[in-house]
């Protein structure tokens, strides 16, 4: 596989989602955790990022009506046995703990999901089972890790497994679906299994987001403590249905954050968010890729956790999203 390195020189910055790296030149080849790694082993080409960078496909509310509707299937309806197959996939849950219902449980449906930005909330079916994911832009997808690679074996699920159904709501799919072209995630995750590199992106063979709209995502060096956290995703006790939890971030890691949203297997990879007013990134802004539940002791015991969007998450997944072909 080919691997890459990017680098971002800024302090509190806005952010978007990528294939993550370890500070350093741009372009350079490099290894470690951070390294991102694509499932056809191509270079995503880096550049570097400034402070004052916006990115063009920060979040942003498409219009409904749009023409551009490129999805696979465009809204046919599926066949019964299509149903069935995707009805009975599996929750796909990380390895460290289940995701968790903490205390009562506070999950509200979206319905309908043609709003924004539960239209720009996926889900994602594959090989392996069910899990959650949320357009950065036209194309391009975010995810957790484990969701496009087992962890620890530098191994991918196999792309052509792979169904995208944005805003999809039970029985109904008003975007129809997108395959994937090219999934990525780092080295930290691939080849490691390291739960706070539990990252990657798929690149889709459609622009559905050009009709959807899709999430903005930021990095701040300061503490996001206290922030509001909300989080869309597919549970798998509820099967490809959308669902909604509230609560705020309760303890502040470099690269975790930390929350009592109540969440169940197969919202692995949804985005950890909220409203946001702010320089490069206002309005829904994602903060962390939501991934595991309770386990071991505190503060894993007591909250679920997703990994933090850093300076470094950022870097690549804008590379992702603007670079991979």
Known sequence: MTMVRLSLAAASAVVCLAVAVADGASARPASGPNTPVASDGRIVPVTEVSRSFMPPFRGQAAALGSADRLAEFSARPESARELRRLMA?????????QESII???QRVRINPTTTYPARATVLITFS????TGWLINANTVATAGHCVGPGSGGQFYPV???LIFAGRNGSASPYGSCTAK???SVTGWLNQGKDDYDYGAIKLNCNVGNTTGWYGYFWQSA???NLPTIINGYPGDKPLTQWQSTDRVRVNQTRRTFYQNDTIGGMSGAPVWYNRSGAGCSGVCAMAIHAYGVYNGPPFSTNNHGTRITQQ???????VGRNAP
């Open 160 to 162: 052509s497994s792979y």
């Open 313 to 319: 998450v950022f870097n690549n997944l804008t590379a």
């Open 89 to 97: 996939l599996q929750a796909v849950t990380g390895p460290r703990g």
């Open 128 to 131: 392996a089972g069910r899990c």
């Open 182 to 184: 090219r999934l990525y």
């Open 223 to 225: 503490s996001l403590l």
């Open 103 to 105: 205390g009562a449980d």
